[in-house]
């Protein structure tokens, strides 16, 4: 089990970039296995998957969103990065980054491990 | 996509009872690869089934998932004051991962 702690700022302007990032501690990113995603809450509403990303690199974002999300990985600081450009009200919600766990041959990732979540509002 | 579809929307109960949760999916789900979360108020969701029934590591044995193709369950044998709580499935065997809306399982 490791520890996942977002940060970044709690209200952001309208058409601004939003910047989240996620502490790992407790294991390494760069020990691979695992996939590295970001997750969403609208208040009061369901959870949406915006994507993830491995130690390498490699990227796989939700093809149900636009293309205004951005994925990065830092090792050397055992964290990951989430930005989002053009924010609109639609973009304010909680965020939070959790492992991905591979599921088996051929399938995708459930997360196994979160963090507290932040809660960014994005207001004028 | 997959789209799942999570029943009843809320459902109230007593300590004690047992609560049965619906997952159904809009199309099969590979190999039975669906997860249930639970999410209190406040907190983040935890993991509680993977695989469509296996515990993940800590969670209760009152906690078990069932289900197969389209059609998931996850049932909690006796209700613990610390259970009520929103729960959310997740589908992981066709790209990309999709989760339900969720159930709300209130105290009556």
């Known amino acids: 089990q490791v520890q996942l702690q977002e940060s970044g700022p709690g209200l952001v302007k309208p058409s601004e970039t939003l910047s989240l990032t996620c502490n790992v501690s407790?294991?390494?990113?760069?020990?691979?296995?695992?996939?590295w995603g970001w997750i969403r809450q609208p208040p009061g509403k369901g959870l949406e998957w915006i994507g993830y990303?491995?130690?390498?690199?490699?990227?796989y974002y939700n093809p149900s969103l636009t293309s205004q999300y951005r994925l990065s990985v830092d090792t050397s600081k055992n964290q990951f990065s989430l930005k989002v450009s053009s924010v609109t009200a639609a973009d304010t919600a909680v965020y939070y980054c959790?492992?991905?766990?591979?599921?088996?041959?051929?399938?995708?990732?459930?997360?196994?491990?979160w963090g507290q979540g932040t809660l960014v509002t994005v207001s004028s | 996509e997959i789209v799942l579809t999570q029943s009843p929307g809320t459902v109230s109960l007593s300590p004690g009872e047992r609560a049965t949760l619906s997952c159904r999916a809009s199309q099969s789900v590979s190999n039975n690869y669906l997860a249930w979360y639970q999410q209190k108020p406040g907190q983040a969701p935890r993991l509680l089934m993977y695989?469509?029934?296996s515990r993940a590591t800590g969670v209760p044995d009152r906690f078990s998932g069932s289900g197969s193709v389209t059609d998931f369950s996850l049932t909690i044998s006796r209700l613990e004051p610390e259970d009520f709580a929103v729960y959310y499935c997740q589908q992981y065997g066709r790209s990309p991962l999709t989760f339900g809306g969720g159930t709300k399982v209130e105290i009556k």
């Open positions: 959790a492992r991905g766990q591979l599921g088996g041959d051929n399938a995708d990732y459930y997360f196994d491990d």
């Open positions: 990303i491995y130690y390498h690199g490699h990227t």
């Open positions: 407790g294991g390494s990113i760069s020990s691979g296995g695992h996939y």
């Open positions: 695989g469509a029934s």
